[in-house]
């Protein structure tokens, strides 16, 4: 996948890594999409942390796979309740 900046982007991208925040872009750009998952979560109330925690827990656990995931959120025209 590409992703095309515009200058303004580029530039906050920058900005954070020149204060030291993260160490790369890759880094800066996973920070950014945690915190877009995070607040995305339709009807979790939790801390962003306790939803990292869920998240990784759900990750770990290999009890669904993602594809099938995929397929009901698809058909269902949104994903299942939290």
Same mark, same amino acid.
């Given at each position: 996948?590409?992703?095309?900046?515009?200058?303004?982007?580029?530039?906050?991208?920058?900005?954070? $890594?020149?204060?030291?925040?993260?160490? !790369?872009?890759?880094?800066?750009?996973?920070?950014? *999409?945690?915190?877009? #998952? /995070?607040?995305?979560?339709?009807?979790?109330?939790?801390?962003?942390?306790?939803?990292?925690? $869920?998240?990784?827990?759900?990750?770990? !656990?290999?009890?669904?796979?993602?594809?099938?995931? *995929?397929?009901?959120? #698809? /058909?269902?025209?949104?994903?299942?309740?939290?």
């Amino acid at each position: 996948m590409t992703i095309h900046l515009t200058p303004e982007q580029e530039r906050r991208i920058r900005a954070v $890594l020149r204060r030291g925040a993260y160490e !790369s872009i890759d880094k800066a750009v996973e920070a950014a *999409l945690t915190g877009v #998952e /995070q607040r995305t979560v339709p009807g979790f109330s939790g801390t962003p942390e306790e939803l990292g925690t $869920l998240l990784a827990e759900g990750l770990a !656990s290999k009890a669904t796979h993602g594809r099938s995931v *995929l397929e009901f959120c #698809e /058909q269902s025209n949104g994903c299942p309740p939290c």
